[in-house]
């Protein structure tokens, strides 16, 4: 069992940084983790991943360039430093805890879900 619980999420002004946080605990040992995000209205979508060593990352396309994950397995936690926000990454964020070692972009690939938490960017 993974149990996930994000915090940092907030209302910020379009151009602010953010950093997201994901505590994991349980079974966590060799899996990757990845960021999601559901806007109002619209399907939850991929942001970002990141395997357990860190040393493999995956990011949208929307958010390439603007937005890194990291990982400090010492302290159980996973990072999303968000940098040049803007209004369209508004949303409830989620990290997740993948199945196993193989993962992807695909929600399907992630069996164990955070509650979420909320950034509102304004214009």
């Known amino acids: 069992q993974v149990h996930l619980v994000e915090s940092g999420g907030g209302l910020v002004q379009a151009g602010d940084s953010l950093r997201l946080s994901c505590a994991v605990s349980?079974?966590?040992?060799?899996?990757?983790v990845g960021w999601f995000r559901q806007a109002p209205g619209k399907e939850r979508e991929f942001v970002a991943g990141?395997?357990?060593?860190?040393?493999?990352?995956l990011y949208a396309d929307s958010v390439k360039g603007r937005f890194t994950i990291s990982r400090d397995n010492a302290k159980n936690t996973v990072y999303l430093q968000m940098n040049s926000l803007k209004p369209e990454d508004t949303a409830v964020y989620y990290c997740?805890?993948?199945?196993?070692?193989?993962?992807?972009?695909?929600?399907?690939?992630?069996?164990?879900w955070g509650q979420g938490t909320q950034v509102t960017v304004s214009s």
């Open positions: 997740a805890a993948a199945y196993g070692s193989n993962w992807s972009r695909q929600e399907k690939d992630f069996g164990s």
């Open positions: 349980g079974r966590t040992l060799g899996r990757p």
């Open positions: 990141i395997n357990w060593s860190g040393s493999n990352t």
